[in-house]
């Protein structure tokens, strides 16, 4: 795959830092491994639109409605994750920067960020069309500048980490707004160093972020604490994807092989099950590891349909995915959040009824429709625990029955909930064994090729 220069230049520079500090890059041509460029795009965001529910239909048979009040606009772009919450308005190097806040619309939220109304007439028909003015949320990002005649020169409206909106004066005169794509580049990098004080100091002190140590207590829950059990001259080694968008660390991805050598915890290493795997980790031997990202949001009688990307409906003859799984359950049971993290939906959503969405750390969102409450507490932007509870169960929306339907996206696209729930399996035998040792053993070697800089 062909490189951009600033992309090259990137690597480069990666990579002597890397070699400073004396860690591997697990380098493509030479492992197998390489750097991935994925586009996050307006593919991803027509996938939403047909959204989370469109499984009444299939899994009970009687509503064979299609479309009807609410459902999503065709081609709208849905904006289900936020950036970073900036709250305060903020003017550096000219540019004025703030959010979209509690305004009751763009008009008042550009207005409220200092733009006259003069310019805001200009700027919603330059926008027409580009920006669905009904789906702005109070984390997105507001930006602009004005030029040296203090004419408003550039606008930005920032939604999703993924794209964004800018609006620029062209030589005519007239503002021009188009959508501007960002690429995530995801290349999957080895980690490892020697524990001083903390595991969390140890990875900073190798040059990365602290996230890493989330997916070691993650992975080895039950097995290790990473708070108590690590201990000067321990050492840790993980592979796993880095994600970089416009060249900032974005976060990480999956990872794909673990190594902690404590001297309370001995040794423990973890690979990822196979390629396709989103987060089923297993000893060398294939001893499923507890401690799964996401806890089961219900109590429930019985799974009533499952996540089925390819499904085409029966009677329609066209595809409609079901993008999560539904757990029949009687309305008013307790639904709890399956993760840690932020509320980014909490209200009425077309089909899926009154709908949660929470945004996690690593990459994960879930989503749970159909609710007969949403809990007073759960907002967007509020912080949430895991198990904490959220609402009820219920049938509002399209549903011909009190179900939960659960929806779960890991870097941006729906996976089956199941594979990521905390069920932990049995232990790896026969051709499963063989198969996960077949894709487990280059990593195994990789992982011991990792520097730990003692
Ligand atoms: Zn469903």
């Known amino acids: 795959m062909p490189l951009l220069a600033s992309e090259r230049r990137a690597l480069k520079r990666k990579r002597l830092l890397y070699a400073g500090i004396g860690l591997a890059i697990v380098s493509g041509s030479a492992l197998g491994v390489g750097l991935l460029l994925l586009r996050g795009g307006a593919d991803e965001f027509e996938d939403d639109s047909v959204l989370f529910d469109v499984d009444a239909e299939a899994s009970y048979g009687a509503d064979e409605e299609e479309g009807g009040e609410g459902s999503p606009t065709p081609g709208g772009a849905e904006i289900i994750a936020f950036e970073e ?11 004025i920067r ?18 006259s109304t003069g310019e805001a007439i200009e700027l919603e028909q330059a926008l027409d069309g580009v920006l669905d003015f009904r789906r702005c949320r109070p984390a997105d990002r507001i930006e602009f500048s004005r030029d040296a005649q203090g004419r408003l020169a550039h606008f930005e409206y920032h939604a999703s980490p993924v794209e964004f909106i800018r609006a620029t004066r062209n030589e005519d005169g007239t503002l021009k707004a188009q959508k501007m794509e960002r690429v995530i580049e995801r290349q999957r990098i080895a980690v490892g160093g020697t524990i001083r004080t903390s595991l969390g100091d140890a990875v900073e002190a190798a040059g ?3 996230g890493i140590v989330g997916i070691f207590v993650e992975v080895f829950s039950g097995r290790a604490d990473f708070q108590r059990d690590t201990r000067d001259g321990d050492t840790f080694r993980i592979i796993l994807d880095e994600e970089r968008l416009e060249g900032q660390l974005r976060g990480y991805g999956r990872a794909y092989a673990l190594e902690y050598n404590g001297r309370r915890t001995g040794v423990l290493r973890a690979f990822l099950r196979s390629a396709d795997s989103e987060s089923e980790y297993y000893t060398e031997d294939g001893e499923p590891l507890s401690g799964s990202v996401l806890a089961v949001p219900c109590r429930y009688d019985v799974i009533s349909s499952h996540f089925n990307p390819r499904r085409v409906h029966p009677i329609l003859k066209r595809p409609m995915p079901h993008n999560g799984v539904d757990f029949a359950a009687p309305t008013g049971t307790p639904v709890v959040a399956a993760a840690d993290g932020r509320v980014t939906w909490a209200g009425p959503k077309g089909p899926n009824g009154n709908l949660v969405s929470i945004r996690h750390p690593n990459g994960y969102e879930t989503h749970y429709a159909h609710l007969h409450t949403i809990d007073r507490r759960i907002k967007p932007g509020v912080e949430v625990r895991k198990r904490q509870r959220i609402g009820q169960v219920g049938s509002t929306g399209r549903s011909t029955g ?10 941006g696209r729906f996976v089956d909930p199941i594979k990521v729930l905390n069920m932990p399996g049995p232990k790896l035998r026969g051709k499963q064994l063989s198969d996960y040792q077949a894709y487990m053993r280059p990593l195994k070697r990789q992982l011991e090729a990792i520097s730990v800089g003692r």
């Open 85 to 95: 919450v900036v709250t305060d308005e903020a003017e550096h190097d000219g540019v």
């Open 208 to 210: 990365f972020g602290r």
């Open 98 to 115: 703030t959010t979209f806040g509690n305004a009751r619309s763009f008009r008042q939220a550009i207005l409220n960020a200092g733009i």
């Open 402 to 411: 009190p179900h939960l339907h659960f929806g779960v996206k890991h870097h």
